[in-house]
């Protein structure tokens, strides 16, 4: 399942996706931009430091249509409710698109659940965009404690 957050197109495995839905305005859901300091939705990593993400191509924009997710890898007793950029995809990838992290990034890596880029082709044969794929399962663990440390008022 492919889906946009800021600048980044991201992806996870649809088996571990119960659901997606547009989501009525006002409707609560985490964001997951709350999930992944990577993509600070106020920060373009292709633009000049100091310089405001709202006139990049695929900014995050709160006007924007959001669609909830329902998140529920194997194992997980309860689904994770997560508000993402619309639009959703289903979309089929090649095995062999896929590339896990080489060990020296993941090492580094500071955007929870990153597991996997994968790079498929455009149209043509022309490279298309980087997908970052996520592991679910990191995902709900790290939006139930993100849900812990707010103030009870808040959930």
Do not use: K, M, N
């Amino acid at each position: 399942v492919r889906f946009r957050c800021g600048p980044w197109h991201l992806a996870l495995p649809a088996r571990d996706v119960r659901g997606g839905y547009r989501l009525a305005p006002g409707e609560a859901a985490l964001p997951i931009e709350a999930l992944l300091p990577a993509a600070d939705p106020g920060v373009d990593p292709g633009a000049a430091p100091g310089t405001a993400a709202s006139t990049a191509p695929g900014a995050f924009d709160p006007a924007q249509p959001r669609h909830g997710l329902w998140l529920q890898p194997p194992g997980q007793p309860t689904a994770q409710l997560l508000s993402v950029q619309a639009p959703l995809e289903l979309q089929a990838l090649a095995a062999a698109h896929i590339h896990p992290l080489p060990a020296v990034l993941a090492a580094r890596c500071r955007c929870p659940g990153l597991r996997a880029l994968a790079l498929e082709s455009g149209p043509q044969g022309a490279p298309g965009p980087l997908l970052l794929v996520l592991d679910a399962a990191v995902l709900c663990r790290h939006a139930a404690d993100h849900a812990a440390a707010l103030p009870a008022a808040s959930r």
